[in-house]
């Protein structure tokens, strides 16, 4: 068991916390719960999910890259407070517990192979689950590797920039992927990687995993059982003749964000789902109406959430892997809460291959080794900005992707998947090219992903 830090640091001292509101102890105690959850996850799932992969991560990789340039004031927490990471006689990582109060338990993640980590709540015991008894691994096909053509010189010139920061100072590129399609087939897939990373090493998606969400979304609907215009059905209050308004937000609501309902900030910070250990029907369900469905956009963790959730009994029959391995993304795992519901707004770990492939199911309008898997127009269906768009910012929004009809250099029909820390797949149908960038980067630092789209284009054209 590896610890890094004393036992002793885990409190303020008396000093300190006599200076301190007892608002702000409340606060700060809180702070330091939901750090150690963020710390138990990330080391459960960066070293659990490249393990399942055959890839190798480390607790100070872990450290050097996803524990660090997070979000205040947790970044000011995380690094320092100890952990066990608790493995079965098989090697097979069992959990993650992190210390970080002396009269609470440890904040524990588990993981479960086919979904990755979850993070147990704030106070639930340590001792967890059967460390000593393995857990069946997913079958796994021995994939081949790439032997797509080398990139030229202008191409990788472009990555060679993306990982020297060219792109944003400051911003860290753990991996750049270009793929080109025709007729459907993959003719060139030119990649390049950071030190410690690879083709088989996950990075968590964060909203990436919005992009996925759209995608399972597209897949209930192909199978008849569903519409976008159908209610979210989360069947909020009806008496008499009288409803709540909130019976009127449908998934094309959801998937637009566009649902009308309260967010406390942008985004929704959703911290007790990430990292607190709450459940998506805890945390998501029952914010409030400010606005009628349909009207405003507000980017909200939230209404992806309750998109999926208007599919559950799909996703049940269907699970994430089923379609993850129709598509050869044979590395990639959408974890859950602890109750078991995706967690599909954020916690996708996968790689730039297997992010390429999703892109690439959109080059080919939902159609994959002559399976259609999602309605034909469903590539229109997201990048169409029929519903409200977002104000002052760079980009338009469809249903679940981003919209880069506005940005120089690229094609009017560029549509992309984007996440926290710099996680980019853009999709361009009219050139029949993906573009991947992964990253950790740091709050504060952006990466110009219109761009570096616009510099690969443009070497592609060389």
Not at 298 to 303: C, F, K, L, T
Request: with cysteine.
């Amino acid at each position: 068991m590896k610890k890094l830090a004393l036992a002793a640091a885990l409190v303020a001292t008396p000093a300190a916390v006599s200076a301190q509101s007892a608002q702000e102890q409340h606060d700060a105690r809180y702070d330091r719960a939901l750090a150690a959850g963020y710390k138990a996850l990330f080391l459960c799932s960066a070293i659990g999910n490249a393990e399942r992969n055959g890839a190798m991560r480390t607790p100070e990789s872990v450290h050097q890259w996803e524990l660090t340039g997070i979000q205040a004031p947790l970044n000011d927490i995380v690094q320092d407070l100890p952990y066990d990471i608790v493995r079965r006689p098989s090697g097979q990582i069992a959990h993650v517990a992190v210390n970080w109060a002396d009269d609470m338990p440890a904040r524990v993640a588990v993981y479960f192979a086919e979904s990755g980590c979850s993070v147990l709540p704030i106070g639930a015991p340590e001792n967890w689950g059967e460390p000593e008894r393995p857990i069946p691994m997913p079958p796994r096909p021995d994939i081949a590797p790439n032997d797509a053509a080398a990139a030229d010189a202008a191409l990788n010139s472009v990555f060679a920039d993306a990982l020297a920061e060219k792109y944003g100072e400051g911003t860290r590129t753990t991996a750049v992927l270009v793929r080109q399609v025709e007729d459907g087939e993959v003719v060139s897939q030119t990649e390049s990687y950071k030190a410690g990373f690879d083709a088989n090493t996950p990075q968590r998606t964060w909203s990436v995993a919005k992009s996925i969400a759209a995608t399972f979304v597209g897949a209930a609907v192909h199978s008849g059982e569903y519409d976008v215009n159908d209610p979210i059905n989360l069947n909020y209050w009806r008496q008499g003749g009288q409803a709540d308004p909130r019976n009127a937000i449908t998934i094309d609501h959801a998937l637009r964000m566009a649902s009308g309902r309260y967010t406390d900030t942008p985004g929704n910070r959703t911290d007790p789902l990430y990292w607190g250990g709450a459940t998506v029907d805890e945390q998501a369900a029952n914010w409030p109406l400010v606005h009628k469905p349909g009207t405003v956009f507000r980017y909200a963790n939230n209404d992806t959430l309750m998109a999926i959730q208007a599919v559950d009994n799909y996703m049940l029959y269907y699970p994430t892997s089923e379609l993850f391995a129709k598509l050869g993304m044979h590395n990639t795992v959408a974890e859950t809460d602890i109750r078991g519901d995706y967690v599909l707004s954020s916690q996708v770990w996968s790689t730039a291959p297997d992010l390429a492939a999703l892109g690439h199911l959109y080059l080919n309008n939902g159609m994959w080794n002559g399976e259609q898997l999602l309605p034909e127009n469903w590539t229109e269906y997201v990048s169409s900005p029929s519903g409200p768009q977002p104000e002052g910012r760079p980009f338009g929004y469809g249903a679940g992707f981003w919209l880069m009809n506005q940005s120089e250099g690229v094609p009017t029909d560029t549509f992309a998947a984007l996440g926290n820390r710099g996680q980019h797949i853009v999709i361009v149908p009219s050139r029949n090219i993906v573009i991947v960038r992964r990253g950790e980067d740091p709050v504060g630092k952006r990466f110009d992903i219109a761009a570096f789209a616009r510099d690969v284009l443009a070497a592609l054209d060389d």
